[in-house]
């Protein structure tokens, strides 16, 4: 069974770097076609999608996140980590992460396992 | 970039009633389009994959459609427990873009 959770601060400053920990279960980081990925959600509004990183360390980030973002991971502790800088009262949502699954050529990638998800609230 | 909408942004429907939700992609995606389910204070469930693909364990009266640019998630017949937002996400560039989602509320 597959399980992933979110940990971190509840609350960081304005300009502080947030860095939240993804520990999962259930699966390697370094099984082909695996991935662990960030997705972030304001209270009351859509989905977004932040970074992904493969068992193969290769590394995708949102392009109008990406100067903020490191995605980051340890496999033999089953963790990925994502650091976001120069937080803004903006950046205050619900950051989840997610196992991500290729399903093959033709049918691409997925968030198929989720975690619960963490509030994180930037405020001075 | 590509970009998603979705319509409509809400519906009002009765439980058996078919349901329909468009996703369409600012350019063309081929099949590269997932499908979730998420209700209020819970992580989102995926539904479809690769447009058409039913993920394991979600029941069949959902259906995915749709190639190219436009796409669309059916719901044969609207059950109590799919009042819930729903969102598009594109996985063609690995810039995975989400929809800004579809909210189906009880008529």
């Known amino acids: 069974q597959i399980t992933l959770k979110e940990s971190g601060p509840t609350l960081v400053k304005p300009t502080q770097t947030l860095t939240l920990t993804c520990t999962f279960s259930g699966f390697s980081l370094s099984t082909s076609g695996v991935g662990v990925g960030w997705i972030r959600q304001p209270p009351g509004k859509a989905l977004e999608w932040l970074a992904l990183?493969?068992?193969?360390?290769?590394?995708r980030y949102s392009p109008s996140l990406k100067s903020r973002l490191t995605i980051t991971k340890d496999t033999s502790k089953n963790q990925v980590v994502l650091t976001m800088t120069n937080m803004d009262p903006v950046d205050t949502a619900t950051y989840y992460c997610?196992?991500?699954?290729?399903?093959?050529?033709?049918?691409?990638?997925?968030?198929?396992?989720w975690g619960q998800g963490t509030m994180v609230t930037v405020s001075s | 970039d590509i970009q998603m909408t979705q319509s409509p942004s809400s519906l009002s429907a009765s439980v058996g009633d078919r349901v329909t939700i468009t996703c369409r992609a600012s350019?063309?995606?081929?099949?590269?389009l997932n499908w979730y389910q998420q209700k209020p204070g819970k992580a989102p469930k995926l539904l479809i994959y690769a447009a058409s693909s039913l993920q394991s364990g979600v029941p069949s009266r959902f259906s995915g459609s749709g190639s190219g640019t436009d796409f669309t998630l059916t719901i044969s017949s609207l059950q109590p427990e799919d009042f819930a937002t729903y969102y598009c996400?594109?996985?063609?560039?690995?810039?995975?873009?989400f929809g800004p989602g579809t909210k189906v509320d009880i008529k």
């Open positions: 996400q594109q996985s063609y560039s690995t810039i995975f873009t």
């Open positions: 997610a196992h991500s699954i290729w399903f093959g050529e033709l049918l691409g990638d997925a968030f198929d396992i």
């Open positions: 350019q063309s995606i081929s099949s590269y």
């Open positions: 990183i493969y068992w193969d360390d290769d590394k």
